[in-house]
């Protein structure tokens, strides 16, 4: 095995504004653009797909919702991966199996295969998601960190904002199939680059029993929890729903188990133990439930109801990552000097302020008048929330958990949307089974409910902040030195004056962050992992 991969990256790391960062950068780009491409690309094709190959929604529902089991399940277990077996080489791996996951798609016949194939993407997009940021982590020089990811943040956003425009694009010039044959020279570009100029790095004491049964047991229980609620919708609660649903519950259980006893888990429960922690998770999942369902039935709705275009249907989010992009950074600012309570009080109500606006949505809708001031009320309210979110998590975290702390907080989001694609269209009396005509008219009808439901989610999440602490949260020597934790124990301290979580990527979760400050690859915790923390 040959090539600049397998060197390891020096002690001071590269800096910014040279070929070797220059490398580093387009590649985590590209392998993570192309991750966030295909999820919103894949959505604009679905009522093109359920054409073809006859669907109904319970169809479109796994094709969405195959890919989130296994990246949900694993994203854990692949940070500590990377640590211990090199964050190029895992970033490589989860590359090259995403690029053959996006093959099999491409020539996919039936619908069950389409679904094997996004599982396996699933699978290649926990490997290389944190893979990335550990990579700029671990490669640039501690001064220089920042600015290279907030650069890869502004980048992959733009893949989020251009995705809804190419999927558009290729589903009309061509077939829906193409949207997966695209990834693929992006793969061969990214693996070329990662191979020859992108140094390796990993974590030497990284531990080596590693959680694959939590893995296991994670993949289990969603699979198993969705399946349930998706047939649920389809058919009705039939014996095999009923053996999906409890498979997959007592998968959850014993999986709870096995964390409770094991010594190195992929997910501590004692992490827990923090109030705010588990508070703002919960926001967490009740937002992203929201945003991940509207996204997922709206594009449909537009399509199948409206007689949207695909590039059409696919460009009505687009406010919303604009806005995100523009504005995260403020609202980190303004989070810092007023603390997270108030904008994660507001910034729920703005988004269930914007669902009830879409509710009202009529069968002929124009965009101006019934589709973009409830998006944009949705913008508003997830740029108010995104930034404080993603801090208040961390900052509620033992230091030597922030990892973790961003890595559980990502899966639960990417879970919450998983859960709620399968969920909330069954509750709207949306037939998952139902196709053609009879599908039309049941989302024509269950449309405006299930955007209610999903405006109470977003009422929970801020009623979930109202248990936040006024005020700013505090810096973790502060609050060391006042006594109040332990130093070793003390919570990472949220951004100051002047400084914010990595801008928001795209819409499919909070961004992966690193534990701030820390030498990745040089000291006993690695950036971006989890298991075994």
Request: hydrophobic share 50%.
């Amino acid at each position: 095995m040959s090539g600049s991969a397998s060197t390891p990256v020096s002690s001071s790391g590269v800096a910014w504004g040279t070929p070797a960062a220059r490398w580093m950068l387009a590649a985590t780009v590209l392998g993570s653009g192309m991750a966030f491409l295909d999820s919103t690309v894949v959505t604009v094709a679905l009522p093109a797909i359920e054409h073809e190959l006859d669907t109904g929604l319970a169809g479109q529902q796994w094709i969405v919702n195959g890919y989130m089991i296994t990246l949900s399940a694993l994203i854990l277990l692949s940070g500590s991966l990377a640590d211990r077996f090199g964050r190029v080489r895992l970033f490589m791996v989860g590359i090259a199996v995403f690029a053959v996951a996006s093959a099999l798609c491409s020539m996919a016949p039936t619908l069950e295969l389409l679904v094997a194939g996004r599982v396996a993407q699933g699978v290649g997009g926990a490997l290389l998601t944190p893979g990335s940021l550990a990579i700029l982590q671990a490669g640039f020089r501690e001064d220089d960190r920042a600015r290279a990811i907030g650069a890869w943040s502004g980048l992959t956003g733009v893949a989020s904002a251009v995705g809804p425009f190419v999927g558009g694009w290729l589903v009309q010039i061509g077939d829906w199939r193409l949207i997966f044959l695209i990834n693929l020279p992006l793969a061969a570009v990214v693996l070329a680059i990662a191979w020859f100029k992108v140094p390796e790095s990993r974590d030497p004491s990284a531990p080596r029993n590693l959680d694959y049964s939590g893995a296991l047991l994670g993949v289990v229980a969603l699979g198993g929890i969705t399946y349930a609620l998706i047939q649920w919708g389809a058919v009705g609660a039939t014996p095999a729903v009923l053996v999906g649903a409890g498979v997959g519950v007592v998968a959850l259980v014993v999986f709870l188990v096995v964390e409770a006893r094991k010594r190195a888990p992929m997910l501590p429960l004692s992490i827990f133990r923090s109030v705010p922690f588990s508070v703002t998770n919960a926001a967490t999942v009740m937002i992203y439930a929201a945003l991940g369902t509207l996204l997922f039935l709206l594009v449909i709705y537009l399509q199948e109801v409206g007689g949207f275009s695909p590039i059409a249907a696919g460009a009505a989010s687009l406010p919303l990552t604009v806005l995100m992009l523009l504005l995260s950074a403020r609202s980190g600012d303004l989070a810092s000097k007023i603390g997270p309570r108030p904008q994660l009080i507001a910034g729920p109500l703005l988004l269930a302020a914007g669902l009830v606006y879409l509710s009202r949505m009529p069968t002929d809708p124009g965009y101006l008048v019934d589709v973009f001031p409830g998006i944009l009320l949705v913008a508003m309210g997830m740029s108010a929330t995104v930034a404080p979110l993603t801090a208040t998590v961390l900052a509620s975290a033992a230091e030597r958990h922030a990892g973790l702390a961003s890595g559980v907080n990502n899966t639960f989001a990417r879970g919450a949307q998983m859960i709620g694609v399968a969920a909330v269209p069954a509750l709207a009396g949306i037939g998952g089974g139902s196709g053609g005509q009879a599908g039309t008219s049941a989302l024509a009808q269950g449309f405006g409910p299930a955007m209610l439901i999903l405006a109470g989610l977003a009422v929970v999440a801020a009623l979930c902040a109202v248990a936040l602490p006024r005020g700013r949260m505090p810096e973790a020597r502060e609050a060391a030195e006042r006594g109040a934790v332990p130093e070793e124990e003390a919570p990472v301290a949220g951004p100051g004056p002047g400084e914010h979580a990595p801008l928001f990527c795209g819409v499919s979760g909070p961004p992966m962050r690193s534990c701030p400050g820390s030498s990745a690859g040089h000291t006993e915790e690695g950036p971006a992992s989890g298991a075994g923390r």
